[in-house]
């Protein structure tokens, strides 16, 4: 099926733990986007990438690891997971042709809880 | 840094009632995006609407209408004819002229009551 699907939906992990979450787009989108949701915060930007093997810091990129080796994939690794961590997470993407008018297109989100 | 600011953390709406819902950012940028996301309880993240910085017509979506007000930086999402369906979390978002970065605003919780 075409879009983007994030996968899992639910994870319970505990401290100290390396979790990862997965993300997956069909539509050969350029740029790829981990955004984190707490309440109160919004979505706050993690990391991004503009392309295979092209990736950089957003706003809370502290504890988190990325890697794109193929334009379809974009995992998101917490390399030792804290309380802090808990939170809902997005992974987006979105076309480089700012003529499309940018539209971002959401996974469906990954519930993480640190315990 | 672009910041959003949406500074109603709650609305409520009557049924068929009309609700507006605000948004202001900060940039240095002449040129960029802007967007209304809504998420209902499924999570989803589902764009409304959209405006482009360097247009001065406000944009519509059916129900659902802008007010761009490009020198006070400000980004209102106007809701007519509310419905039980609109209820939701409403994110105003901006993303600058490079870079295709979304910057977020807290969120406003929309309830709709019948």
């Known amino acids: 099926d075409a879009g983007i699907t994030q996968s899992p939906r639910y994870k319970i992990t505990e401290t100290g733990r390396q979790v990862t979450l997965m993300c997956h787009q069909t539509?050969?989108?350029?740029?790829m986007f981990w955004y984190r949701q707490d309440l109160g915060h919004g979505l706050r930007l993690i990391y991004y990438?503009?392309?295979?093997?092209?990736?950089d810091k957003g706003e809370v990129p502290d504890g988190y690891v990325v890697s794109r080796s193929k334009t379809e994939n974009f995992p998101l690794t917490l390399e030792s997971a804290t309380r802090s961590q808990t939170s809902v997470y997005f992974c987006?993407?979105?076309?480089?042709?700012?003529?499309?008018?940018?539209?971002?297109?959401f996974g469906q989100g990954t519930r993480l809880t640190v315990v | 840094a672009q910041t959003v600011t949406q500074s109603q953390p709650e609305m409520s709406v009557q049924e068929a009632e009309t609700v507006t819902l605000s948004c202001t950012y900060d940039?240095?940028?002449?040129?960029?995006?802007l967007f209304w996301y809504k998420q209902p309880p499924s999570r989803q993240m589902i764009l409304v609407i959209r405006q482009e910085a360097y247009k001065q017509q406000n944009a519509t979506e059916n129900r659902f209408s802008v007010n761009f007000q490009k020198a006070a930086k400000s980004f209102s999402l106007k809701i007519s004819d509310s419905q039980l369906g609109d209820a939701a979390m409403y994110f105003c978002a901006y993303t600058p002229p490079y870079g295709n970065k979304l910057v977020f605003g807290a969120g406003t919780i929309l309830r709709v009551k019948s």
């Open positions: 987006a993407s979105s076309p480089i042709d700012r003529a499309s008018n940018t539209e971002a297109f």
């Open positions: 539509w050969s989108h350029s740029y």
């Open positions: 990438s503009a392309a295979a093997d092209i990736t």
């Open positions: 940039t240095s940028e002449s040129d960029y995006y």
